[in-house]
């Protein structure tokens, strides 16, 4: 293998048998023998003829929807399984966080979880005396760590996890979804480690939903679907693919579903370049004086709401129409959901209906939803002298 | 070689994890804790040794044969101890198996290590037991750890063969628990040896050729009296062979099944 690869990974597929055709029992293994010999054996392809290369030091993204083969790749990379086809090999020691806490017993107290998982990621009882105090700092949990761990909640847990699991001194790391859990905080916390994993020359494999966080510090990705890669290459591209993937994967489902309030619906009608053509439509609206209100979501935040309280919608004959300028917003993935209120600004119909729409480009912000003019950055003249009467007090006429 | 060194480090490390934390987890909770390892055999001890010595007669001819009859119990224990905590092993370690990926044999190695220092713990009662009833002990006692060894192995060639069975087949614990019954009556642990003999010698070597049986059986000869007859003194040594036979055989069986199926463990528990 070329030194400068981290992990090569050749060819690879894996099947599983599904579940309910799994034999358990020496009795269900002996009337399957014979059942077997007619019956097609339903298997499913988790993935299918898998190649790629990580290269050492990258700091490698793994996308794909829920279901698409990540979690297997992930375990094949990390030996849990073995592949059915093909072959991985790794260069270099490798510590997979599959999930944080691997082994943690609610029975045994904080401070023996830690030299428990600490053992699992491969550290000595020496090693962890050594870097305990560390642990439990950065934890912050010193009050906590002779209790047991059942009386922890979850974001302890977690923090105590995570202190433990960023100690590991392998070359190759991979982390699943380690972001999913904690507060901002905590994830605040993530994003240092990746930043400073990034500036190592540590090999980090990464497999999340956060888009963000792979245009943010990924050097590569690979989007993965139905166990097949659609895409390997740069971040932008394979978060743009795996955005429009979903957005038509939620349209489907959206269509099929029944929306809770029929009198209010929106849905792009067009976008261009620079905007996006709203439609919304309301039934009942118009006849109680209530107007129309939307927002626009990212991240699962509202950035920006707009009412329709300055236009009649006795006139709107049902349809109302809105032009939203995409030139104010940064790229990425946004969605949309409407609700009606009354004279009074109170909510009375909403529509579970959320419609998203892409804004391409390059993010130069990182993640920021509004985009801001650059062309308002100025330099402040500096001042030679004072402008003559500018100290002058000026006293209020009584 | 430094990776196998790296990976043989790695071992020893969950090892010594995992049976710190079995024996932590054991007396959890209890107001007497680790003591109990010790008071649990005692008083299960006492109550034996008092129905043998006053109620069942079955031994009477038989020198000390409550204190041999009691560290038959011990043995046995122990081999059951072994063979079913590693059965179970793999299967209740799954959360890890399938988030983490190490040395599966860890796991048997583990279970079993806890089953040895149960044992040891047990031996300390025996001993109390021989010194109450007066036994004396003889240089031949330095035996005792290889006939241990002995049934050691066989029970973690067993274990390594009923785990990977476990896996596949969760019939295999019940099936197991029959077996092993079957086996404990016919292991000599609560009547002793001449018994059989003065009804059936051919039996009583057949008996013997058990590896458990075997075992036990030397281990009273060497440490409590030399009335409990051992199978090179029923035979000659040369039938030695058959028992020891088994218990390679079977360990190599096991490592070697275990060996096969270990990767494939994560999806299919």
């Known amino acids: 293998m070329e030194d400068s690869i981290a992990i090569s990974v050749n060819d690879v597929s894996k099947n599983f048998r599904l579940p309910h055709q799994k034999v358990t029992s020496i009795k269900s293994g002996i009337v399957n023998v014979f059942r077997n010999r007619n019956k097609k054996i339903e298997v499913q392809h988790a993935l299918n003829s898998v190649s790629f ?85 950065f934890a912050e949990l010193e009050k906590f760590m002779d209790q047991k761990l059942k009386n922890y909640s979850s974001g302890m847990q977690v923090r105590l996890a995570f202190s433990v699991a960023i100690r590991a001194e392998s070359d190759i790391l991979v982390l699943d979804e380690v972001l999913a859990v904690g507060d901002a905080a905590f994830q605040q916390k993530c994003f240092d480690y990746f930043e400073e994993m ?52 939620t349209n489907n489902s959206q269509k099929q579903k029944n929306r809770i309030n029929e009198d209010l619906s929106l849905k792009i009608k067009e976008q261009t370049d620079n905007e996006v053509n709203i439609q919304f439509k309301f039934s009942e609206l118009n006849k109680i004086g209530a107007y129309i209100g939307f927002s626009i979501i990212r991240d699962g935040a509202s950035i920006a709401e707009l009412n329709s309280s300055k236009v009649d919608l006795d006139t709107a004959n049902g349809i109302l129409n809105y032009k939203l300028r995409t030139d104010l917003l940064n790229p ?66 009584n | 070689m430094h990776n196998f060194k790296a990976k043989y480090r790695y071992s020893l490390i969950l090892f010594r994890e995992l049976v710190i934390t079995d024996f932590k987890i054991r007396y ?150 029959i077996v092993s019954q079957a086996l404990f009556y016919g292991s000599a642990v609560i009547y002793p040896v001449s018994v059989v003999i003065g009804e059936n010698p051919f039996l009583a070597k057949l008996l013997l050729l058990n590896p458990v049986a075997q075992s036990i059986q030397d281990i009273r000869h060497v440490l409590v009296s030399d009335v409990n007859l051992t199978l090179t003194q029923l035979t000659n040594s040369w039938w030695m062979l058959v028992p020891l036979g088994i218990v390679i055989v079977v360990f190599i069986f096991g490592a070697w099944l275990f060996k096969k199926h270990s990767s494939r463990f994560a999806e299919n528990i």
């Open chain 2, 28 to 177: 959890q909770g209890s107001a007497l804790g680790y003591l109990w390892s010790l008071l649990r055999p005692l008083f299960l001890f006492s109550i034996l040794y008092f129905i043998f010595v006053h109620f069942l007669r079955i031994g009477a001819g038989v020198e000390y044969w409550p204190v041999a009859m009691l560290l038959g119990m011990v043995l046995w224990g122990f081999f059951s101890e072994v063979t079913s905590n590693g059965m179970n092993a793999v299967v209740s370690r799954g959360d890890l198996i399938r988030k983490i990926n190490f040395p599966k044999y860890v796991i048997i190695l583990a279970s079993s290590a806890s089953a040895l220092i149960n044992l040891m713990l047990n031996f300390i009662i025996i001993a109390i037991f021989m010194w109450v009833s007066g036994v004396d002990l003889h240089v031949a006692a330095l035996m005792v750890p290889v006939y241990v060894f002995e049934i050691f192995i066989f029970g973690i060639g067993l274990a390594f063969l009923l785990s990977v069975l476990q896996v596949y087949f969760r019939d295999t614990s019940y099936i197991w628990e």
């Open chain 1, 53 to 137: 290369d990580i290269k050492k030091g990258e700091f490698f993204g793994i996308v794909g929807r829920n279901g698409s083969g990540k979690s297997t790749l992930l375990k094949i990379i990390s030996g849990i399984y073995r592949p059915d086809e093909g072959g991985v090999r790794v260069n270099g020691s490798l510590v997979p966080f599959i999930e944080l806490g691997v082994g943690f017993n609610p029975e045994l107290s904080g401070r023996e979880n830690v030299y428990l998982n600490g053992a699992l990621l491969g550290f000595s009882k020496k090693q962890i005396d050594a870097m305990y105090s560390d642990i439990v700092e």
């Open chain 1, 198 to 249: 990034r500036r190592s020359d540590k090999t980090v494999i990464l497999v999340t939903h956060d888009m963000g966080a792979v245009q943010r510090f990924c050097d590569r990705a690979l989007l993965i679907k139905n166990g097949k890669i659609i895409k390997v290459g740069k971040p932008l591209d394979v978060a743009e693919d795996y955005i429009a993937e979903n957005v038509e994967a």
């Open chain 1, 332 to 397: 990425g993935s946004y969605e949309l959901t409407v609700a009606g209120f009354d004279k009074d600004r109170r909510l009375i119909s909403t529509s579970d209906e959320r419609v998203r729409f892409i804004v391409k480009g390059y993010d130069i912000t990182r993640g920021a939803a509004l985009k801001l003019d650059d062309a308002l950055w100025s330099v402040p003249i500096k001042r030679e002298h004072k402008q003559p009467g500018s100290d002058q007090v000026i006293q209020p006429d």
